[in-house]
């Protein structure tokens, strides 16, 4: 019977690796692989106002991309995030980060929205007849943040994922669907600054997910715990990819049951999108 356990044992042991190397259909409850980088090579260009990065095959791309504009923290530029920045355009996203430290008010932000629409009709860019500016994300640390909400009296912005958000913002300004993120352990915009956010959201789906142990600054580089969930949410609602959806909806969300999030909260707008 030991040698009959064993046996069964080692079994199990093989079954649950294969199972976890294999390619994942849909994204179930807790599953991160929205961390892993995603299938294209990136290019960046960079100018005065903004950086660019966008998928190093684009010009060869039989379709157009969706846009996430970001904005930095206070006294950040766009390298001090460069990973995470690259990180979403190798999943296909033209991402235009605006080069301010002092992003708050949007505008720059907003700024890359208008020289993308340049770039996407001038001869002779990378990006000529590739950038899909009809589906626009926005998103931003900290100050930027805060300029991710402010952004929002742009229309051509459908949806939002303010990190950590600093104060100076409204969410009246908020139109679409909307990620608050916080980290637990932020003593510079702790979590209860950023649930303000949260609670004065009405008519459209807010989500509100509190980073287990993060602090102020694990958002930098690569994005840390954040990378993967804000790389679901855009895949989800501005390329449609459903296998996204249940990371955020229905009654099993991912980050509902996952321990890695400490504090997740669905308003009656979230609740009520269909789970995958």
């Not at 356990?5 to 294969?18: D, I, P, T, Y």
């Amino acid at each position: 019977m030991r040698r009959l356990a064993s046996v069964l044992s080692v079994v199990a042991v093989a079954g649950a690796s294969l199972l976890a190397t294999a390619p994942a259909k849909a994204a179930p409850p807790g599953d991160d692989t929205w961390s892993n980088p995603g299938p294209h090579p990136v290019a960046t260009k960079n100018e005065q106002v903004t950086t660019f990065y966008y998928p190093g095959d684009i010009a060869t791309s039989t379709r157009t991309h969706p846009v996430i504009v970001w904005g930095n923290g206070t006294f950040a530029s766009p390298a001090a995030y460069d990973r995470l920045l690259r990180h979403w355009a190798s999943h296909g996203f033209v991402v235009a980060a605006a080069k301010t430290a002092f992003s708050n008010s949007g505008k720059e932000m907003r700024a890359g929205i208008d020289r993308l629409a340049t770039l996407n009709g001038q001869a002779g860019s990378p990006l000529r007849g590739k950038v899909d500016l009809a589906r626009i994300g926005a998103a931003g640390h900290s100050q930027g943040g805060a300029g991710a909400i402010n952004s929002g009296e742009d229309r051509r912005i459908s949806t939002f994922v303010p990190v950590q958000p600093g104060p100076l913002a409204s969410a009246s300004t908020v139109h679409g669907p909307v990620l608050y993120l916080a980290g637990q352990k932020d003593g510079i915009v702790p979590p209860k600054k950023v649930r303000v956010f949260y609670d004065a959201t009405k008519a459209v789906p807010a989500i509100y997910a509190e980073r287990r142990g993060a602090n102020h600054f694990a958002a930098t580089g690569d994005g840390g715990g954040f990378r993967g969930v804000t790389t679901a949410w855009f895949r989800f609602h501005l390329m449609g990819d459903a296998r996204a959806r249940a990371v955020f909806f229905g009654p099993g969300c991912g980050i509902c049951t996952d321990a890695a999030w400490s504090d997740v909260r669905r308003n009656a707008e979230a609740q009520q999108v269909p789970g995958a």
